[in-house]
């Protein structure tokens, strides 16, 4: 089976590097892009297609609501995972009705987080 191609999006690089050594621990998933912003993630989106987005809410330039909205509307078969620090917060709403498949808190642990993203996967490919 081929691996989960993920494109990670979120502006703070150490979040970014932080999730970059966890793909390494998995053989089936394979990190394709790191985006800042959203308009990077929808660029990267259009070039590479990933299937599943690690998607940070709030950035500089584009919001992840944003993002999610337009990468959903380009590139339905790309599902899209929220990441935020606030549990109740009402954009983790807002991102859902924008196309996010679910949501994780930044501190997830790291079998949520694989299982989060195998479980979007399946339902890119089904």
Do not use: W
Not at 46 to 52: A, G, K, R, T
């Amino acid at each position: 089976m081929k691996p989960i191609r993920v494109m990670i999006v979120d502006d703070h690089d150490v979040v970014r590097r932080g999730l970059k050594i966890f793909f390494q621990a998995f053989d089936d998933l394979q990190l394709v892009a790191e985006a800042a912003d959203g308009s990077e993630a929808i660029q990267l989106c259009d070039e590479l297609q990933p299937d599943v987005v690690l998607m940070d809410l709030v950035m500089p330039q584009m919001d992840g609501i944003t993002a999610t909205r337009l990468i959903r509307q380009s590139h339905p078969a790309t599902q899209v995972i929220a990441l935020t620090s606030f549990q109740d917060d009402e954009s983790v709403q807002a991102m859902m009705r924008a196309g996010a498949v679910g949501y994780l808190l930044k501190n997830a642990s790291i079998d949520e987080l694989a299982n989060t993203i195998l479980s979007a996967a399946k339902a890119s490919r089904n």
